[in-house]
């Protein structure tokens, strides 16, 4: 059964700051795994998909990176903003079927300060 | 552009009662998926459908049925309503035609609340 744990569970920092969000899976053998940011009551909005073959994907300040092997990712966040303050979630999807479930980490909660 | 439509947005219901969510996907996507949230916790994949038809199934419990229509909508059906019931439940959408490349793009979520 595939576990995805999420470093650190919460994280303040002060704007302008550059961080890194870590996400570990135990099953390597993903098919995608997927970023995303919820704000509190809200919904899920999708940031970043790495498909299994890829290493990177960037999006503006937003850089996320995959490493099968060791199962890890990690989302890089470049001159945060306060506006970045949210719950970040990292999903793995495991198999390449369609409709094949996402399975979730607990989520890093950042905080920016201005 | 357009976004996946959950509906109702907030839900209150007594125990023991019956709910029945429904989902819009984003046009063109052809597979849904349900997931319940709740507080502090995790989303939880309890089902999908790709083409009408049943594709994964997690932890959903037998109270629970669900099904997507011809014209890929989607409804979750929960009957005999437990406290615990009580959640953020989302839907969300996807096609592996390009561009959408199997990303899932959620909708708002249906807040349940059973008292």
């Known amino acids: 059964k595939q576990e995805v744990t999420q470093i650190p569970a919460a994280l303040s920092v002060p704007e302008g700051e550059n961080l890194v969000l870590n996400c570990s899976f135990t099953d390597s053998a993903i098919y995608n795994l997927q970023w995303f940011r919820q704000d509190p009551g809200k919904g899920l909005t999708s940031l970043l998909l790495?498909?299994?073959?890829?290493r990177e994907q960037t999006s503006g300040r937003l850089n996320a990176s995959l490493d099968k092997s060791s199962g890890r990712s990690t989302l890089y966040i470049a001159a945060s903003q306060p506006g970045d303050s949210a719950t970040y979630l990292c999903?793995?999807?495991?198999?390449?079927?369609?409709?094949?479930?996402?399975?979730f980490g607990e989520g890093t909660q950042l905080t920016v300060n201005p | 552009a357009a976004g996946v439509i959950q509906s109702p947005r907030h839900l209150i219901k007594e125990k023991r009662e019956t709910a029945t969510l429904k989902c819009y996907p984003i046009?063109?996507?052809?597979?849904v998926y349900w997931y319940q949230q709740g507080p502090g916790q995790d989303p939880q994949f309890l089902i999908s459908?790709?083409?009408?038809?049943?594709?994964d199934k997690g932890s959903i419990p037998d109270r629970f049925s669900a099904q997507q229509f011809s014209d890929y909508h989607s409804e979750l059906n929960m009957s005999s309503l437990e406290l615990g019931d009580s959640a953020l439940y989302f839907c969300a959408s996807s096609s592996r035609g390009h561009p959408f490349t199997d990303t899932q793009y959620f909708g708002p979520g249906t807040r349940l609340t059973v008292l």
């Open positions: 790495i498909q299994s073959s890829q």
């Open positions: 999903a793995a999807q495991e198999a390449a079927t369609s409709g094949s479930r996402l399975t």
């Open positions: 046009p063109r996507h052809d597979t």
């Open positions: 459908f790709y083409e009408k038809m049943q594709s």
